[in-house]
Every structure is written in C-alpha cells, then in structure tokens.
C-alpha cells in the first residue's frame, strides 16, 4: 500500500514517512501543494495525507482539484487549524477525514485503516486466479491442491497482487514501476523482468499452471493453462 504525504514541515513529514515505513506502508513525500498535486494525480495512491497550509498551492485547492479530475484517493486532512468551519471546508471540498496537530501515532495509524478500507469494499485476506492462492497476511503463495508454498519478497509480492487484481489486462513495465517503486523512480526495465523472472519460477516451484506471459513491446499478463479460471 502506497501514501502520499504533503507536508511543508519537513521534520514532521520524515517522521510521518518513518513511522508508515515502519509499518510497512511505501511512502511519497512531497513539501509543497503544487508538487503534491502533481504526485497525486497520478493515481497511484491507497491514501493522501494532506496538509492545509502549503507554499505554491494550499491544500484546499489541491483537495478541490483533485476531487474535479476525478481522483478518488481518500484524503486524510493533517492541519493545526481546528475551528468547526475549516474542517467543513475541507470536508466539503472532498476530504475524507481531518485531524488536528498534535496528534498520536495511535491516532494516525487507526485512521489510516479506516480510510484505506473504503466503503462497500471486502478486506481481502487472500487473492486466488486459475489454481493459486495468495495470501496478503502471510505473502504465502500456494497451488491451491498442493501442500506447502513458498514466500514472496516484498516486491514479488506486490507484483503479483497488481496481476491478480485485473488478470484481464495486459500490465505495462512503466505501470509496475509507478506502482511498485514510485512517480520519481529510477528504477530501469530491467529490474521490472529481473522480478518477473522471480515470480515465474516461484510459480513453477509450486507446481501451478498460472503463467506470466510476455506481450512483445507493450507488458505483461498472467495467465492460465487450465480450462477456467475460478
């Protein structure tokens, strides 16, 4: 899971950014609105931790237009501003939630589950496609028949999901980037098959059928020898 975090205070952004890393979360910092915005409409986000009062654009207009380009990332407020009337502000212009500095990391972590299970969704415990099963708690991937597993690498792991959330569609190198290690990343193609030759093998060593296919010039796409995907 991925956030993004927009925050001019540079040291509370850090400790921000350590305390989700410690978590587990990717995160993306940025110090002022403009750059934020940039980040943001990418689409690449589970959540958008948002400050109000940034240099080059603030955060209510940063909420604003992101919610008119049609980005529904849940936005999570962070201000020292704490009048009635600035929290129906920002709640108005599409904020999720708001929360008021100081704050507890308690606090911060509990509404970050919140906003991250969004409305009318399953929290999925396990993803399955043609005769695999994954788990998301464990990174344990299986043959659904088969005894055992293998564990994924972070990485590995957060490929996979990206196949197995749209079998369907043929993924991009450019998208697992975005997705995997970030907007600004530096990381090349080759890293992208390099992780793919990973994933193909631990397939392989669980006996599945499932197969991440090549599709010259344009990416990549899992797919299965079986007669049905259920």
């Known amino acids: ?3 993004l975090i927009i925050e ?3 040291n509370l952004a850090n400790a921000i950014g350590e305390i989700l890393t410690g978590e587990k979360y990717m995160v993306d910092i940025v110090n002022d609105g403009q750059d934020g915005y940039d980040y943001a409409i990418s689409g690449i986000y589970d959540l958008i931790i948002l400050d109000i009062m940034l240099p080059k654009k603030d955060g209510y ?3 604003s237009q992101l919610r008119r380009d049609k980005i529904s ?10 009048s009635i009337s600035d929290k129906v502000k920002g ?8 929360m008021t500095k100081p704050f507890s990391t308690e ?5 970050i589950r919140t906003l991250t299970r969004r409305k009318g969704e ?4 396990e993803m399955s496609y043609g005769d695999i099963s994954f788990s998301l708690s464990t990174a344990l991937l299986k043959q659904r028949n088969g005894e055992g597993g293998v564990h994924l690498s972070f990485k590995e792991a957060e490929i996979l999901k990206l196949f197995l959330s749209a ?5 991009s190198k450019e998208t697992i980037i975005t997705k995997v290690w970030g907007y600004d990343s530096e990381v090349q193609d080759n890293n992208v098959e390099a992780y793919i030759s990973f994933l193909r093998k631990k397939l392989g060593f669980v006996g599945s059928e499932a197969s991440i296919v090549s599709h010259k010039k344009i990416g990549y796409k899992i797919e299965y020898k079986g007669e049905k995907n259920d």
């Open 61 to 63: 207009s940063v909420c």
């Open 107 to 111: 606090e911060l972590l509990a509404r």
């Open 167 to 171: 079998p369907e569609i043929i993924i």
């Open 122 to 125: 399953v929290v999925l415990e």
């Open 91 to 98: 709640l108005d212009l599409g904020a999720d939630d708001y």
């Open 73 to 82: 990332t849940p936005i999570l407020m962070l201000t020292a501003k704490d």
């Open 8 to 10: 001019d205070e540079v």
């Open 1 to 3: 899971m991925r956030i």
